[in-house]
């Protein structure tokens, strides 16, 4: 049996990144997401790494840029403000096709908000991180076990397409304290890194990682081929988990801590002879459409349950084409929905859909 060890969901994503190879931390301190700077201060020399505290989070995102450019595992990490100001980079990073993980520890918003558990960032991270036509991996972890595989697996998704992918967790998940295996995954089999700038040493043309196309028709290029490795990755790279799901005529959505919580009511629903299941995202970019178009087939109605005023249910409603009624269970403002009030909504629905 591999060995467990207590770690809090923030210093096991910064452990992970550094079993995953990153040798490169670029950061600026922000709650509720500094313990994973300050782990990355500790650790880094130790393994040969380098931990820069940026003069800002704008900065700190251009040093990602530069370290990626050199073909470098490379990571920043940051809260929802912070995640804010680094939009352009995860632009320019989009742009010149480079992989970097980014790490969203979410807190309330808008503006500073409050230093709370939330889920606020939903529409930020799959819809508008920057401008352009583009897209992150967007990773969703239900656990601090889930924080350390969804880690490894980053950095894998982020060479093997060339692109950013963003650890979405919000703050409960970043400051609590659960068993963790550590253990290393094997190699995955990733493409090489021949776009690099690493020099030439006169042994082949030199490389230019760039994202300024003057000429029309190769942006225009260059963002077709972009939106086809989507689609590749909409196709291979969904993931999601299912709860009671077979046969539940009331379906609940939710991701991260909501989704820990939902799966107290749904037991508790069970018992009242209410069939409820859960579908958890656990990629929200790419949305798991399949499957929830499929819980449509045999579902009678679907809950969601978010820390915000609702942005997930958007998805829900488009992967099942509004084919079934989709209510909201929400607390914002660092409020977190309690298993009562998750029932309420469950015993609630499902008296009008008898």
Known sequence: MTEKVLMKGNEAIAEAAIQAGCRF??????????EVAAYMARRMPKVDGLY?????????????????????????SSSSPGIALKSEGLSYLAGCDLPAVIINIQRGGPGLGGIQPSQADYFH??????????????????????????????????????????????????????PVSLSKP????LPPKDWATTGTGGAR???????????????????????????RIETHETRYEAFMLSDAEIVI??????????????????????????????????????????AADTARAFVTVEMSMGQMIEDVELAI??????????????????????LAKIEEIAGGVR
């Open 25 to 34: 931390f670029f950061g600026y301190p922000i709650t509720p997401q500094t």
């Open 186 to 189: 094997d190699a995955a089999d």
């Open 253 to 294: 959505a939710a991701y991260g801590a909501c989704a820990r919580i939902a799966k107290n009511a749904i037991l508790a629903a069970r018992s009242r002879g209410i069939r409820a299941g859960l579908l958890r995202p656990i990629t929200l970019w790419p949305f798991p459409k399949k499957a929830f178009a499929a």
């Open 205 to 231: 043309p030199h490389n230019i990682v760039n994202s300024l196309f003057l000429q029309p028709e190769e942006l225009e290029r260059t963002n077709l081929e972009r939106y086809d490795r989507y689609a």
């Open 125 to 178: 991270a799959t819809r508008s991180t920057g401008h352009g036509d583009f897209h992150l991996i967007v990773l969703a972890p239900g656990s601090v076990q889930e924080m350390v595989d969804l880690t490894h697996a980053a950095f894998d998704l982020a060479d093997r397409h060339r692109m950013t992918a963003m650890i979405l967790a919000d703050g409960i998940l970043g400051q609590m304290m659960e």
């Open 321 to 342: 084409r509004c084919r079934r009624p989709v209510a909201l269970c929400k607390r914002v403002g660092g409020m977190v929905p309690t298993p009562e009030e998750i």
């Open 52 to 76: 820069l505290q940026a003069e800002s989070e704008i900065a700190a995102i251009n040093m990602v840029i530069g370290a990626s450019a050199a073909g470098r595992r490379v990571m920043t």
